[in-house]
Protein backbone atom coordinates (compact mmCIF):
# COMPACT_ATOMS: atom_id res chain seq x y z
CA UNK A 1 0.00 0.00 0.00
CA UNK A 2 2.39 2.48 0.96
CA UNK A 3 3.78 2.31 -2.88
CA UNK A 4 0.35 3.34 -3.88
CA UNK A 5 0.12 6.22 -1.91
CA UNK A 6 3.42 7.49 -2.36
CA UNK A 7 2.35 7.92 -6.05
CA UNK A 8 -0.55 9.23 -4.90
CA UNK A 9 1.18 11.71 -2.42
CA UNK A 10 3.74 12.97 -4.57
CA UNK A 11 3.55 12.96 -8.73
CA UNK A 12 -0.60 12.79 -8.61
CA UNK A 13 -0.01 15.96 -6.00
CA UNK A 14 2.50 17.68 -8.16
CA UNK A 15 0.96 17.48 -11.11
CA UNK A 16 -2.40 19.03 -9.18
CA UNK A 17 0.15 21.79 -7.44
CA UNK A 18 1.39 22.65 -11.00
CA UNK A 19 -2.46 22.82 -12.24
CA UNK A 20 -2.97 25.10 -9.15
CA UNK A 21 -0.43 27.50 -10.28
CA UNK A 22 -2.36 27.69 -13.41
CA UNK A 23 -5.14 28.34 -12.12
CA UNK A 24 -4.11 30.81 -10.07
CA UNK A 25 -2.80 33.05 -12.92
CA UNK A 26 -6.16 32.17 -14.48
CA UNK A 27 -7.71 33.87 -11.47
CA UNK A 28 -10.03 30.65 -11.58
CA UNK A 29 -10.34 27.31 -9.87
CA UNK A 30 -13.45 25.56 -10.52
CA UNK A 31 -12.00 22.66 -11.16
CA UNK A 32 -10.44 21.88 -7.81
CA UNK A 33 -12.32 18.46 -5.88
CA UNK A 34 -14.64 19.31 -3.53
CA UNK A 35 -13.76 21.89 -0.27
CA UNK A 36 -10.58 23.11 -2.41
CA UNK A 37 -12.57 25.39 -4.57
CA UNK A 38 -16.20 26.32 -6.11
CA UNK A 39 -18.23 25.81 -9.05
CA UNK A 40 -18.74 28.61 -11.56
CA UNK A 41 -21.57 30.59 -10.08
CA UNK A 42 -22.08 28.90 -6.68
CA UNK A 43 -18.65 29.79 -4.58
CA UNK A 44 -16.21 32.69 -4.66
CA UNK A 45 -12.93 31.91 -3.71
CA UNK A 46 -12.41 33.33 -0.26
CA UNK A 47 -9.54 34.58 1.55
CA UNK A 48 -9.41 31.41 3.86
CA UNK A 49 -9.28 29.49 0.54
CA UNK A 50 -6.46 31.22 -1.11
CA UNK A 51 -4.63 30.78 2.17
CA UNK A 52 -5.10 27.05 1.85
CA UNK A 53 -3.79 27.14 -1.76
CA UNK A 54 -0.87 29.00 -0.79
CA UNK A 55 -0.13 26.38 1.94
CA UNK A 56 -0.98 23.81 -0.58
CA UNK A 57 1.49 25.14 -3.04
CA UNK A 58 4.34 24.88 -0.32
CA UNK A 59 3.54 21.18 0.57
CA UNK A 60 3.96 20.12 -3.09
CA UNK A 61 7.14 22.61 -3.34
CA UNK A 62 8.22 20.52 0.05
CA UNK A 63 7.24 16.94 -1.68
CA UNK A 64 9.63 18.07 -4.80
CA UNK A 65 12.43 18.57 -2.82
CA UNK A 66 11.76 15.25 -0.57
CA UNK A 67 11.06 17.02 2.80
CA UNK A 68 8.33 15.10 3.77
CA UNK A 69 8.17 16.88 7.35
CA UNK A 70 7.93 20.59 6.38
CA UNK A 71 5.25 19.28 3.23
CA UNK A 72 3.11 17.72 6.42
CA UNK A 73 3.89 20.95 8.46
CA UNK A 74 1.97 23.05 4.84
CA UNK A 75 -0.67 20.38 4.75
CA UNK A 76 -1.74 21.20 8.55
CA UNK A 77 -1.46 24.80 7.89
CA UNK A 78 -3.64 24.45 4.92
CA UNK A 79 -6.21 22.77 6.67
CA UNK A 80 -6.16 25.47 9.36
CA UNK A 81 -7.77 27.61 6.51
CA UNK A 82 -9.98 24.35 4.59
CA UNK A 83 -11.19 22.26 7.40
CA UNK A 84 -13.78 20.84 5.07
CA UNK A 85 -11.57 19.53 2.45
CA UNK A 86 -11.80 15.86 2.66
CA UNK A 87 -9.10 15.25 -0.06
CA UNK A 88 -6.72 17.49 1.43
CA UNK A 89 -7.39 14.91 4.85
CA UNK A 90 -6.58 12.37 2.39
CA UNK A 91 -3.46 13.32 1.00
CA UNK A 92 -1.67 14.20 4.14
CA UNK A 93 -3.24 11.20 5.79
CA UNK A 94 -1.11 9.17 2.56
CA UNK A 95 1.98 11.76 3.29
CA UNK A 96 1.77 10.58 7.36
CA UNK A 97 1.39 7.16 6.05
CA UNK A 98 4.95 7.09 4.40
CA UNK A 99 6.45 8.74 6.96
CA UNK A 100 5.22 5.82 9.35
CA UNK A 101 3.53 8.23 12.04
CA UNK A 102 0.54 5.90 12.01
CA UNK A 103 -1.26 7.81 14.47
CA UNK A 104 -1.16 11.10 12.50
CA UNK A 105 -2.49 9.08 9.46
CA UNK A 106 -5.32 7.23 11.33
CA UNK A 107 -6.57 10.62 12.60
CA UNK A 108 -6.31 12.44 9.35
CA UNK A 109 -8.03 9.28 7.06
CA UNK A 110 -11.09 9.38 9.84
CA UNK A 111 -11.32 12.94 9.55
CA UNK A 112 -11.37 12.61 5.68
CA UNK A 113 -14.08 9.85 5.82
CA UNK A 114 -16.23 11.90 7.99
CA UNK A 115 -16.64 14.52 5.67
CA UNK A 116 -16.78 12.15 2.44
CA UNK A 117 -17.50 8.63 3.29
CA UNK A 118 -17.40 8.02 -0.59
CA UNK A 119 -13.26 8.61 -0.64
CA UNK A 120 -12.00 5.65 -1.98
CA UNK A 121 -8.76 6.92 -1.49
CA UNK A 122 -9.16 7.00 1.80
CA UNK A 123 -10.79 3.73 2.38
CA UNK A 124 -7.29 2.56 0.71
CA UNK A 125 -5.31 4.05 3.07
CA UNK A 126 -7.27 3.19 5.82
CA UNK A 127 -6.85 -0.24 4.54
CA UNK A 128 -3.59 -0.33 4.31
CA UNK A 129 -2.90 1.31 8.03
CA UNK A 130 -5.13 -1.21 9.33
CA UNK A 131 -2.82 -4.38 7.71
CA UNK A 132 0.35 -3.01 9.12
CA UNK A 133 -1.65 -3.05 12.43
CA UNK A 134 -2.73 -7.12 11.75
CA UNK A 135 -6.30 -5.53 11.72
CA UNK A 136 -7.25 -8.05 9.12
CA UNK A 137 -10.77 -7.74 9.90
CA UNK A 138 -10.72 -3.95 9.82
CA UNK A 139 -9.05 -4.12 6.89
CA UNK A 140 -11.69 -6.47 5.27
CA UNK A 141 -14.34 -3.98 6.30
CA UNK A 142 -12.53 -1.13 4.28
CA UNK A 143 -12.01 -3.23 0.84
CA UNK A 144 -15.65 -4.25 1.25
CA UNK A 145 -16.33 -0.62 1.18
CA UNK A 146 -14.39 0.05 -1.46
CA UNK A 147 -16.24 -2.87 -4.02
CA UNK A 148 -19.67 -1.65 -2.27
CA UNK A 149 -18.44 2.10 -4.10
CA UNK A 150 -16.76 0.53 -7.17
CA UNK A 151 -17.87 -3.00 -7.61
CA UNK A 152 -15.08 -3.34 -11.04
CA UNK A 153 -12.06 -1.44 -8.56
CA UNK A 154 -9.66 -4.55 -9.58
CA UNK A 155 -6.76 -3.24 -7.02
CA UNK A 156 -9.51 -3.35 -4.18
CA UNK A 157 -10.56 -6.98 -5.17
CA UNK A 158 -7.01 -8.75 -5.20
CA UNK A 159 -6.28 -6.51 -2.09
CA UNK A 160 -9.34 -8.24 -0.82
CA UNK A 161 -8.69 -11.98 -2.14
CA UNK A 162 -5.39 -11.83 -0.35
CA UNK A 163 -6.76 -10.65 3.02
CA UNK A 164 -9.78 -13.38 3.08
CA UNK A 165 -7.08 -16.18 2.11
CA UNK A 166 -4.86 -14.70 5.10
CA UNK A 167 -7.67 -15.25 7.10
CA UNK A 168 -8.58 -18.67 5.75
CA UNK A 169 -11.84 -17.52 4.14
CA UNK A 170 -10.76 -19.23 0.87
CA UNK A 171 -14.17 -19.39 0.13
CA UNK A 172 -14.51 -15.76 0.26
CA UNK A 173 -10.79 -15.23 -1.76
CA UNK A 174 -11.63 -17.82 -4.63
CA UNK A 175 -14.21 -16.14 -5.12
CA UNK A 176 -13.00 -12.63 -5.23
CA UNK A 177 -10.49 -13.84 -7.90
CA UNK A 178 -13.07 -15.35 -10.02
CA UNK A 179 -15.11 -12.22 -10.28
CA UNK A 180 -11.93 -10.52 -10.82
CA UNK A 181 -11.13 -12.97 -14.55
CA UNK A 182 -14.46 -12.92 -15.23
CA UNK A 183 -13.98 -8.66 -15.36
CA UNK A 184 -10.29 -9.50 -16.74
CA UNK A 185 -9.84 -13.02 -18.57
CA UNK A 186 -6.05 -12.53 -19.29
CA UNK A 187 -4.72 -11.29 -15.77
CA UNK A 188 -2.31 -12.93 -15.31
CA UNK A 189 -1.82 -12.33 -11.46
CA UNK A 190 -5.37 -13.19 -11.18
CA UNK A 191 -4.46 -16.50 -11.78
CA UNK A 192 -1.18 -16.62 -9.93
CA UNK A 193 -2.85 -15.69 -6.97
CA UNK A 194 -5.68 -18.27 -7.21
CA UNK A 195 -2.57 -20.86 -7.65
CA UNK A 196 -1.62 -19.56 -4.50
CA UNK A 197 -4.65 -19.25 -2.66
CA UNK A 198 -5.15 -23.44 -3.92
CA UNK A 199 -1.96 -24.14 -2.40
CA UNK A 200 -2.98 -22.88 1.00
CA UNK A 201 -6.27 -25.20 0.85
CA UNK A 202 -4.35 -27.85 0.27
CA UNK A 203 -5.79 -28.15 -3.00
CA UNK A 204 -2.67 -28.78 -5.14
CA UNK A 205 -4.00 -30.49 -8.26
CA UNK A 206 -6.06 -26.65 -8.78
CA UNK A 207 -2.88 -24.93 -7.73
CA UNK A 208 -0.48 -26.37 -9.67
CA UNK A 209 -3.68 -25.76 -12.89
CA UNK A 210 -3.15 -22.46 -11.98
CA UNK A 211 0.28 -21.88 -11.83
CA UNK A 212 0.50 -23.39 -15.59
CA UNK A 213 -2.03 -21.33 -16.86
CA UNK A 214 -0.46 -18.44 -15.40
CA UNK A 215 2.79 -19.77 -17.74
CA UNK A 216 1.12 -20.67 -20.96
CA UNK A 217 -0.35 -17.08 -20.86
CA UNK A 218 3.41 -15.54 -19.62
CA UNK A 219 6.15 -17.97 -19.88
CA UNK A 220 8.58 -15.77 -18.19
CA UNK A 221 6.42 -15.25 -15.02
CA UNK A 222 9.28 -16.06 -12.40
CA UNK A 223 6.73 -15.82 -9.21
CA UNK A 224 4.68 -19.06 -10.93
CA UNK A 225 7.82 -20.39 -11.99
CA UNK A 226 9.04 -21.05 -8.00
CA UNK A 227 5.56 -21.96 -6.47
CA UNK A 228 4.88 -24.73 -9.37
CA UNK A 229 8.63 -25.97 -8.59
CA UNK A 230 7.97 -26.13 -4.77
CA UNK A 231 4.55 -27.81 -5.57
CA UNK A 232 6.55 -30.39 -7.30
CA UNK A 233 9.27 -31.05 -4.64
CA UNK A 234 6.01 -31.59 -2.49
CA UNK A 235 5.38 -34.51 -4.81
CA UNK A 236 8.90 -35.63 -5.03
CA UNK A 237 8.94 -34.73 -8.67
CA UNK A 238 12.41 -33.55 -8.74
CA UNK A 239 13.70 -33.21 -11.74
CA UNK A 240 10.27 -31.49 -13.05
CA UNK A 241 10.97 -28.65 -10.03
CA UNK A 242 15.13 -29.00 -11.65
CA UNK A 243 13.62 -28.04 -15.13
CA UNK A 244 12.15 -25.41 -13.84
CA UNK A 245 14.61 -23.68 -11.76
CA UNK A 246 17.12 -24.19 -14.54
CA UNK A 247 14.82 -22.26 -16.96
CA UNK A 248 14.74 -19.28 -14.20
CA UNK A 249 18.34 -19.08 -14.63
CA UNK A 250 18.73 -19.28 -18.42
CA UNK A 251 16.39 -15.83 -18.19
CA UNK A 252 17.93 -14.82 -15.13
CA UNK A 253 21.68 -16.25 -14.42
CA UNK A 254 22.05 -14.46 -11.77
CA UNK A 255 18.78 -15.37 -9.89
CA UNK A 256 20.47 -16.04 -6.45
CA UNK A 257 16.65 -17.55 -5.09
CA UNK A 258 16.94 -20.01 -7.94
CA UNK A 259 19.91 -21.39 -6.99
CA UNK A 260 18.84 -21.98 -3.36
CA UNK A 261 16.05 -23.62 -4.87
CA UNK A 262 18.67 -26.17 -6.48
CA UNK A 263 20.67 -26.36 -3.68
CA UNK A 264 17.65 -27.18 -1.36
CA UNK A 265 16.63 -29.61 -4.34
CA UNK A 266 19.81 -31.53 -3.84
CA UNK A 267 19.39 -31.67 -0.01
CA UNK A 268 16.24 -33.80 -0.66
CA UNK A 269 18.19 -35.88 -3.05
CA UNK A 270 20.46 -36.03 -0.93
CA UNK A 271 23.39 -35.24 -3.04
CA UNK A 272 25.17 -32.71 -0.62
CA UNK A 273 28.21 -31.46 -2.36
CA UNK A 274 26.01 -30.52 -4.95
CA UNK A 275 24.06 -28.66 -2.65
CA UNK A 276 26.76 -26.71 -0.93
CA UNK A 277 28.26 -26.16 -4.17
CA UNK A 278 24.26 -24.06 -5.53
CA UNK A 279 24.20 -22.71 -2.24
CA UNK A 280 27.99 -21.33 -2.49
CA UNK A 281 27.00 -19.84 -5.71
CA UNK A 282 24.03 -18.35 -4.26
CA UNK A 283 26.19 -16.80 -1.73
CA UNK A 284 28.48 -15.35 -4.69
CA UNK A 285 26.01 -13.87 -6.87
CA UNK A 286 23.83 -11.89 -3.89
CA UNK A 287 25.24 -8.43 -2.67
CA UNK A 288 23.18 -9.31 0.70
CA UNK A 289 25.44 -12.24 1.14
CA UNK A 290 24.28 -12.28 4.91
CA UNK A 291 20.31 -12.60 3.53
CA UNK A 292 21.53 -15.60 1.42
CA UNK A 293 23.28 -17.32 4.09
CA UNK A 294 20.29 -16.85 6.98
CA UNK A 295 18.09 -19.09 3.90
CA UNK A 296 20.61 -21.24 3.88
CA UNK A 297 21.03 -21.96 7.01
CA UNK A 298 16.65 -22.01 7.49
CA UNK A 299 16.82 -24.53 4.39
CA UNK A 300 19.21 -26.86 6.62
CA UNK A 301 17.13 -26.68 10.09
CA UNK A 302 13.84 -27.53 7.57
CA UNK A 303 15.85 -29.86 6.00
CA UNK A 304 16.59 -31.69 9.47
CA UNK A 305 21.07 -31.14 9.20
CA UNK A 306 21.10 -29.17 11.98
CA UNK A 307 24.94 -28.92 12.35
CA UNK A 308 25.09 -27.82 8.80
CA UNK A 309 22.27 -25.18 9.71
CA UNK A 310 24.27 -23.82 13.36
CA UNK A 311 27.65 -22.87 11.23
CA UNK A 312 25.26 -20.86 8.79
CA UNK A 313 23.42 -19.04 11.77
CA UNK A 314 26.79 -18.64 13.55
CA UNK A 315 28.09 -16.90 10.72
CA UNK A 316 25.93 -14.38 11.16
CA UNK A 317 26.47 -13.56 14.86
CA UNK A 318 28.40 -10.68 14.48
CA UNK A 319 25.74 -8.96 11.74
CA UNK A 320 23.50 -6.99 13.96
CA UNK A 321 20.93 -7.26 11.40
CA UNK A 322 20.70 -11.18 11.92
CA UNK A 323 21.74 -11.30 15.23
CA UNK A 324 18.56 -11.63 17.06
CA UNK A 325 16.86 -13.77 14.67
CA UNK A 326 19.99 -15.99 14.43
CA UNK A 327 19.62 -16.48 18.35
CA UNK A 328 16.44 -17.43 17.83
CA UNK A 329 16.86 -20.08 15.12
CA UNK A 330 20.12 -21.44 16.60
CA UNK A 331 17.93 -22.69 19.39
CA UNK A 332 15.47 -24.21 16.93
CA UNK A 333 18.67 -26.32 15.25
CA UNK A 334 20.25 -26.98 19.21
CA UNK A 335 16.47 -28.24 19.56
CA UNK A 336 16.68 -30.39 16.65
CA UNK A 337 20.49 -31.84 18.18
CA UNK A 338 18.54 -32.96 21.20
CA UNK A 339 20.84 -30.28 22.82
CA UNK A 340 18.12 -28.86 25.03
CA UNK A 341 20.34 -27.01 27.48
CA UNK A 342 22.31 -24.53 24.81
CA UNK A 343 18.93 -24.22 23.07
CA UNK A 344 17.35 -22.53 26.11
CA UNK A 345 20.27 -20.70 26.33
CA UNK A 346 19.84 -19.12 22.91
CA UNK A 347 16.38 -18.56 23.80
CA UNK A 348 17.01 -16.24 26.74
CA UNK A 349 19.51 -14.27 25.05
CA UNK A 350 16.97 -13.15 22.70
CA UNK A 351 16.39 -9.25 23.16
CA UNK A 352 12.92 -8.28 24.92
CA UNK A 353 12.78 -5.48 21.91
CA UNK A 354 13.63 -8.56 19.30
CA UNK A 355 10.05 -10.07 16.70
CA UNK A 356 11.63 -13.37 17.99
CA UNK A 357 11.31 -12.84 21.50
CA UNK A 358 7.92 -14.24 22.41
CA UNK A 359 8.48 -17.24 19.96
CA UNK A 360 11.46 -17.74 21.99
CA UNK A 361 9.95 -17.39 25.25
CA UNK A 362 7.13 -19.74 23.90
CA UNK A 363 9.86 -22.02 22.81
CA UNK A 364 11.77 -22.15 26.04
CA UNK A 365 8.15 -22.37 28.20
CA UNK A 366 7.70 -26.15 26.13
CA UNK A 367 11.50 -27.35 27.08
CA UNK A 368 11.05 -26.71 30.67
CA UNK A 369 7.63 -28.44 30.59
CA UNK A 370 9.13 -31.42 28.01
CA UNK A 371 11.86 -32.02 30.61
CA UNK A 372 9.49 -31.83 33.67
CA UNK A 373 10.65 -28.25 34.71
CA UNK A 374 6.63 -27.65 34.60
CA UNK A 375 6.47 -25.02 37.49
CA UNK A 376 8.91 -22.97 36.05
CA UNK A 377 7.02 -23.34 32.52
CA UNK A 378 3.48 -22.33 33.99
CA UNK A 379 5.64 -19.26 36.17
CA UNK A 380 7.21 -18.10 32.78
CA UNK A 381 4.42 -18.04 30.65
CA UNK A 382 2.30 -16.58 33.45
CA UNK A 383 5.01 -13.92 33.67
CA UNK A 384 4.28 -12.97 29.80
CA UNK A 385 0.47 -13.36 30.17
CA UNK A 386 0.66 -10.14 32.91
CA UNK A 387 3.16 -8.22 30.70
CA UNK A 388 1.66 -9.18 27.29
CA UNK A 389 -1.41 -9.31 26.89
CA UNK A 390 -2.19 -8.59 23.50
CA UNK A 391 -0.42 -11.75 22.82
CA UNK A 392 -3.46 -14.18 22.45
CA UNK A 393 -0.80 -16.71 21.54
CA UNK A 394 0.14 -16.93 25.33
CA UNK A 395 -3.41 -17.33 26.61
CA UNK A 396 -3.38 -20.25 24.24
CA UNK A 397 -0.18 -21.96 24.96
CA UNK A 398 -0.81 -21.56 28.78
CA UNK A 399 -4.06 -23.39 28.41
CA UNK A 400 -2.62 -25.98 25.99
CA UNK A 401 -0.24 -26.78 29.24
CA UNK A 402 -2.95 -27.20 31.43
CA UNK A 403 -5.33 -29.32 28.98
CA UNK A 404 -2.51 -31.80 28.86
CA UNK A 405 -2.39 -31.81 32.18
CA UNK A 406 -6.14 -32.78 32.20
CA UNK A 407 -6.82 -29.68 34.15
CA UNK A 408 -9.73 -28.31 31.70
CA UNK A 409 -11.44 -26.23 34.00
CA UNK A 410 -7.70 -24.32 34.39
CA UNK A 411 -7.13 -24.41 31.11
CA UNK A 412 -10.97 -22.76 30.23
CA UNK A 413 -10.27 -20.27 33.01
CA UNK A 414 -6.76 -19.15 31.22
CA UNK A 415 -8.81 -19.00 27.90
CA UNK A 416 -11.90 -17.32 29.23
CA UNK A 417 -8.85 -14.64 30.48
CA UNK A 418 -7.70 -14.45 27.00
CA UNK A 419 -11.36 -13.73 25.47
CA UNK A 420 -11.39 -10.97 27.64
CA UNK A 421 -8.55 -9.41 25.96
CA UNK A 422 -9.15 -10.72 22.68
CA UNK A 423 -13.01 -10.84 21.76
CA UNK A 424 -12.69 -11.51 18.02
CA UNK A 425 -10.07 -14.16 18.85
CA UNK A 426 -11.65 -17.26 16.68
CA UNK A 427 -8.49 -19.44 18.36
CA UNK A 428 -9.74 -19.02 21.62
CA UNK A 429 -13.25 -19.58 20.75
CA UNK A 430 -12.22 -23.01 19.06
CA UNK A 431 -10.27 -24.04 21.96
CA UNK A 432 -13.01 -23.37 24.72
CA UNK A 433 -15.57 -24.99 22.23
CA UNK A 434 -12.98 -28.34 21.92
CA UNK A 435 -12.62 -28.11 25.52
CA UNK A 436 -16.00 -27.89 26.90
CA UNK A 437 -16.88 -30.64 24.04
CA UNK A 438 -14.47 -32.97 26.24
CA UNK A 439 -16.53 -32.02 29.07
CA UNK A 440 -19.72 -32.79 27.72
CA UNK A 441 -20.95 -29.66 27.97
CA UNK A 442 -22.22 -29.17 24.27
CA UNK A 443 -24.37 -25.49 25.11
CA UNK A 444 -20.95 -23.66 26.10
CA UNK A 445 -19.06 -25.43 22.86
CA UNK A 446 -21.96 -24.68 20.82
CA UNK A 447 -22.35 -21.48 21.77
CA UNK A 448 -17.86 -20.52 20.93
CA UNK A 449 -17.84 -22.62 17.98
CA UNK A 450 -20.76 -20.41 17.13
CA UNK A 451 -19.34 -17.15 17.91
CA UNK A 452 -16.21 -18.57 15.40
CA UNK A 453 -18.66 -18.79 12.61
CA UNK A 454 -20.10 -15.21 13.24
CA UNK A 455 -16.41 -13.90 13.08
CA UNK A 456 -15.77 -16.10 9.92
CA UNK A 457 -18.56 -17.66 8.76
CA UNK A 458 -16.49 -20.03 5.70
CA UNK A 459 -14.46 -21.38 8.88
CA UNK A 460 -14.45 -25.03 7.48
CA UNK A 461 -12.72 -26.19 11.01
CA UNK A 462 -15.56 -24.83 12.87
CA UNK A 463 -18.41 -25.96 10.14
CA UNK A 464 -17.19 -29.50 10.31
CA UNK A 465 -17.05 -29.44 14.06
CA UNK A 466 -20.66 -27.65 14.43
CA UNK A 467 -21.72 -30.27 12.04
CA UNK A 468 -20.27 -33.28 14.01
CA UNK A 469 -21.42 -31.63 17.63
CA UNK A 470 -24.83 -31.97 16.40
CA UNK A 471 -24.31 -35.41 14.97
CA UNK A 472 -22.92 -36.64 17.98
CA UNK A 473 -26.01 -35.22 19.74
CA UNK A 474 -28.36 -36.75 16.90
CA UNK A 475 -29.55 -32.99 16.51
CA UNK A 476 -30.38 -30.73 13.96
CA UNK A 477 -28.86 -33.20 11.49
CA UNK A 478 -29.70 -31.57 7.97
CA UNK A 479 -28.07 -28.26 9.18
CA UNK A 480 -25.60 -30.75 10.35
CA UNK A 481 -25.15 -31.89 6.90
CA UNK A 482 -25.23 -28.37 5.17
CA UNK A 483 -22.27 -27.22 7.77
CA UNK A 484 -20.19 -30.50 6.68
CA UNK A 485 -20.95 -30.26 3.25
CA UNK A 486 -20.16 -26.94 3.31
CA UNK A 487 -16.56 -27.41 4.66
CA UNK A 488 -16.12 -30.22 2.53
CA UNK A 489 -16.37 -27.76 -0.57
CA UNK A 490 -13.35 -25.40 1.36
CA UNK A 491 -11.38 -28.94 2.22
CA UNK A 492 -12.23 -31.57 -0.42
CA UNK A 493 -9.01 -33.50 0.45
CA UNK A 494 -10.27 -33.67 4.15
CA UNK A 495 -10.33 -37.20 5.66
CA UNK A 496 -11.92 -35.19 9.00
CA UNK A 497 -14.50 -34.12 7.11
CA UNK A 498 -15.13 -37.07 4.99
CA UNK A 499 -15.81 -38.69 8.20
CA UNK A 500 -18.23 -36.42 9.71
CA UNK A 501 -20.21 -36.71 6.29
CA UNK A 502 -20.22 -39.98 6.94
CA UNK A 503 -21.35 -39.89 10.30
CA UNK A 504 -24.52 -37.33 9.86
CA UNK A 505 -25.89 -40.28 7.67
CA UNK A 506 -25.25 -42.84 9.66
CA UNK A 507 -27.12 -40.50 12.65
CA UNK A 508 -29.71 -40.10 9.66
CA UNK A 509 -30.15 -44.28 9.19
CA UNK A 510 -28.76 -44.01 5.51
CA UNK A 511 -26.43 -46.68 6.41
CA UNK A 512 -25.37 -47.41 2.92
CA UNK A 513 -24.52 -43.94 2.38
CA UNK A 514 -22.46 -43.72 5.44
CA UNK A 515 -20.60 -46.82 4.27
CA UNK A 516 -19.30 -45.09 1.13
CA UNK A 517 -18.75 -41.83 2.58
CA UNK A 518 -16.58 -43.46 6.26
CA UNK A 519 -14.83 -46.11 3.54
CA UNK A 520 -13.31 -43.22 1.52
CA UNK A 521 -12.54 -41.49 4.81
CA UNK A 522 -10.60 -44.34 6.07
CA UNK A 523 -8.48 -44.33 2.93
CA UNK A 524 -7.64 -41.12 2.99
CA UNK A 525 -6.57 -41.27 6.68
CA UNK A 526 -5.85 -44.99 7.10
CA UNK A 527 -3.91 -44.51 10.63
CA UNK A 528 -7.07 -43.11 12.73
CA UNK A 529 -8.57 -45.14 15.07
CA UNK A 530 -11.99 -43.33 15.56
CA UNK A 531 -12.94 -43.24 11.85
CA UNK A 532 -12.17 -47.24 11.27
CA UNK A 533 -14.65 -47.18 14.62
CA UNK A 534 -17.12 -45.43 12.70
CA UNK A 535 -16.48 -47.34 9.30
CA UNK A 536 -17.18 -50.77 11.79
CA UNK A 537 -20.32 -49.25 13.41
CA UNK A 538 -21.53 -48.52 9.82
CA UNK A 539 -20.93 -52.10 9.14
CA UNK A 540 -22.05 -53.56 11.83
CA UNK A 541 -25.78 -51.47 11.26
CA UNK A 542 -25.79 -53.55 7.29
CA UNK A 543 -25.23 -56.57 9.92
CA UNK A 544 -21.53 -56.95 7.72
CA UNK A 545 -20.79 -58.58 11.10
CA UNK A 546 -17.06 -60.08 9.83
CA UNK A 547 -16.75 -56.33 8.57
CA UNK A 548 -17.22 -55.09 11.32
CA UNK A 549 -15.09 -57.46 13.75
CA UNK A 550 -12.07 -57.29 11.54
CA UNK A 551 -12.35 -53.30 11.36
CA UNK A 552 -12.82 -52.87 15.02
CA UNK A 553 -9.75 -54.89 15.39
CA UNK A 554 -7.48 -53.06 13.21
CA UNK A 555 -8.79 -49.76 14.94
CA UNK A 556 -7.26 -51.15 17.92
CA UNK A 557 -3.49 -50.49 16.93
CA UNK A 558 -4.27 -47.19 15.55
CA UNK A 559 -3.69 -43.84 16.65
CA UNK A 560 -7.16 -41.92 18.56
CA UNK A 561 -8.45 -45.36 18.98
CA UNK A 562 -10.89 -45.71 21.94
CA UNK A 563 -9.56 -48.95 23.55
CA UNK A 564 -12.26 -49.53 25.96
CA UNK A 565 -15.33 -48.90 23.60
CA UNK A 566 -14.03 -51.22 21.24
CA UNK A 567 -12.89 -53.61 23.14
CA UNK A 568 -16.32 -53.85 24.35
CA UNK A 569 -17.42 -53.84 20.75
CA UNK A 570 -15.47 -56.47 19.81
CA UNK A 571 -16.14 -59.10 23.16
CA UNK A 572 -19.75 -58.20 21.98
CA UNK A 573 -19.55 -59.20 18.46
CA UNK A 574 -17.04 -62.36 18.87
CA UNK A 575 -19.87 -64.88 19.63
CA UNK A 576 -22.21 -63.37 16.93
CA UNK A 577 -19.73 -63.93 14.63
CA UNK A 578 -19.23 -67.40 15.89
CA UNK A 579 -22.72 -68.26 15.89
CA UNK A 580 -22.97 -66.99 12.14
CA UNK A 581 -20.66 -69.27 10.96
CA UNK A 582 -18.42 -66.55 9.54
Known sequence: MRIRFKTLASKRLIIWGLLLGLCWGAGGCSWLPPGMGGTPGTEAVTPSKTEAYYHYLQAQNYLLAEDAEAAAREYEEALKYDPESAQMETELAALYQRMGDVKKALAHVNNALKLDPKQQDAHFILAGLHVGLNQLHEATREYEQILKLDPDNKEARLFLASLYAQQRRYTKAVRNIQELLRQEPKLVVGYYYLGRIYLEMEQVAEAKKEFLRVLTLDPHFVPAMFDLGSTLEREKQYSRAMTLYRRILKQSPKNSRAWISIGRLYLLMQRYSEAQKAF??????????????????????????????????????????????????????????????????????????????????????????????????????????ERIPEREDIFLTLAYFHEDEHHWDRAIGVLQEGLKKHPKSEEINFRLAVLYEKKKELEPSIRHIKRVLELDPENADAQNFLGYSYAEAGIHLDEAERLIRAALRAKPESGHIVDSLGWVFYKKGQFDKAVAELERAAKMMPKDGLIAEHLGDAYLKQKRYEDALRTYRRALGLENANTQELRKKIKNLEPVVKESGL
Do not use: C, W
Not at 318 to 343: H, I, S, W
Not at 349 to 375: C, G, M, T, W
Open 280 to 385: KTAKDLEKNEAAVIFNVGLIYLEQKHPDLAIKEFRALMENPMFKERVRYYLGMAMEEKGDMQTAAREYQLVARDSENYLPAQLRLAFIYYQHNQKEQAFRLLGELK
